[in-house]
T-cell receptor, first 115, second 111 residues
């Protein structure tokens, strides 16, 4: 498809397990963003890539969160030793150019539930 | 305090009425402003962008921007039940890599 693709759509894990969330942005898009969205709230910024470079990771809530985009296309968000407060929808977005002052195209998200 | 504030609502209007959604932002360095619509359980979808002071119209939607007042709004004319959703205001600030969203206003259009 032509849109941003995220997998899995749903993930259930036990507290303490590691999880990996995948994002496949629109082909050719330079910028890639990860967000965390809790129920009833807006998306909260986690991290930003311009091509393969992670230019901002100031929104990652702890060192248990790690993101990469090694070839400047597909990105993976990894959460180690998951906690119940990590339960949320994780959204990935991409945009054609570098920077953040432009519209973003969102994937359908991964709904993560930590038991 | 969030950098982007929206009335949480819920906002309820009858079908055919005008729905008015408001947003204020704190970063005077913001240069671009976006309205996204998010249906329940779905991802945000861009519906309007505005970059200059004044009004921008697209079909039934009008975005209004006042940088001096740090205020941006979205008007939906002839509201339809299919417009029922949460509307997110985004005002990217000067911090690198951030696109700051409000918590959204939930709109219900009653037939």
């Amino acid at each position: 498809g032509a849109g941003v693709s995220q997998s899995p759509r749903y993930k259930v894990a036990k507290r303490g397990q590691d999880v990996a969330l995948r994002c496949d942005p629109i082909s050719g898009h330079v910028s890639l963003f990860w967000y965390q969205q809790a129920l009833g709230q807006g998306p909260e910024f986690l991290t930003y890539f311009q091509n393969e470079a992670q230019l901002d990771k100031s929104g990652l809530p702890s060192d248990r969160f790690f993101a990469e985009r090694p070839e400047g296309s597909v990105s993976t968000l990894k959460i180690q030793r998951t906690q119940q407060e990590d339960s949320a929808v994780y959204l990935c977005a991409s945009s054609p150019q570098g920077g953040f002052q432009q519209p973003q195209h969102f994937g359908d998200g991964t709904r993560l539930s930590i038991l | 305090q969030k950098e982007v504030e929206q009335n949480s609502g819920p906002l309820s209007v009858p079908e055919g009425a005008i729905a008015s959604l408001n947003c204020t932002y704190s970063d005077r360095g913001s240069q671009s402003f976006f309205w996204y619509r998010q249906y329940s359980g779905k991802s945000p979808e861009l519906i309007m962008s505005i970059y200059s002071n004044g009004d921008k119209e697209d079909g039934r939607f009008t975005a209004q921007l006042n940088k001096a007042s740090q205020y941006v709004s979205l008007l939906i004319r002839d509201s339809q039940p299919s417009d029922s959703a949460t509307y997110l205001c985004a005002a990217p600030g000067t911090n690198a890599g951030k696109s700051t969203f409000g918590d959204g206003t939930t709109l219900t259009v009653k037939p």
